[in-house]
């Protein structure tokens, strides 16, 4: 029988801990007992409580990249957009408690924290710019309604997850429309981003 992942089962049972409960409220000692493993193991691999939160942080990361990842489905870039959208809500619904946590309290403020976040919300608007063939790094104006968008599309999620009553296609439609129109904006405002209007039009076929 192979060797269980001690660590493994920690982040399991920390992630578990964190996505229900504030930070402050969870103890190292809760955690070691919810994994069944010894207290000791926590200093061992993580440090302290917080070495174990981000941690679980950045293995929900991981999960959410390989989706990101994924080879979107759909005929036309529109519907490749709507179905790497689809997905992107799918995983949010499937981690509820934790993406909010971390948006919207809790130690979300930690800047070690931020940092993960914000590197995993560029790189998904980065591989979005990469498909629609934009040549790195993007321009500023281009970068910035990129950045707002993505603030968008997390506000978005965020509504769904408290009120439940606007179905998932029907958000990722509305996601990739309002993105469309954002991407027209950035052109108006510097035509030279690096995207033609047909590009453009094409995420709403």
Same mark, same amino acid.
């Given at each position: 029988m192979p060797r269980p992942d001690r660590r493994q089962m920690l982040v399991d049972a920390a992630a578990e801990l964190f996505a229900g409960r504030a930070y402050d409220e969870v103890t190292t000692t809760e955690i070691a007992r919810r994994a069944g493993v010894a207290y000791g193991l926590i200093a061992h691999h993580f440090g302290n409580k917080r070495g174990l939160y981000l941690a679980t942080i950045r293995a929900a990361a991981d999960r959410l990249r390989v989706v990101h990842e994924a080879e979107p489905q759909g005929a036309t870039p529109g519907e490749q957009l709507r179905d790497a959208l689809d997905r992107h809500i799918a995983f949010m619904e499937a981690n509820?408690?934790?993406?909010?946590?971390?948006?919207?309290?809790?130690?979300?403020?930690?800047?070690?924290?931020?940092?993960?976040?914000?590197?995993?919300?560029?790189?998904?608007?980065?591989?979005l710019l990469d498909a629609l063939g934009v040549p790195d790094p993007a321009r500023p104006v281009l970068r910035?309604?990129?950045?707002?968008?993505?603030?968008?599309?997390?506000?978005?999620?965020?509504?769904?997850?408290?009120?439940?009553?606007?179905? %998932?296609?029907? &958000? @990722? $439609?509305?996601?990739?429309?309002? /993105?469309? =129109?954002?991407? %027209?904006?950035? &052109? @108006? $405002?510097?035509?030279?981003?690096? /995207?033609? =209007?047909?590009?453009?039009?094409?995420?709403? $076929?």
């Open positions: 509820a408690s934790g993406f909010l946590a971390v948006m919207r309290g809790g130690n979300g403020s930690d800047p070690e924290v931020r940092a993960i976040v914000e590197d995993l919300r560029w790189q998904g608007a980065q591989r910035t309604t990129m950045r707002g968008w993505v603030g968008y599309l997390d506000e978005v999620v965020i509504d769904h997850l408290r009120h439940r009553d606007v179905p %998932r296609g029907r &958000r @990722a $439609a509305l996601a990739a429309a309002t /993105l469309a =129109a954002a991407l %027209r904006a950035a &052109r @108006a $405002a510097d035509p030279d981003i690096g /995207l033609d =209007a047909e590009v453009i039009d094409l995420l709403g $076929a």
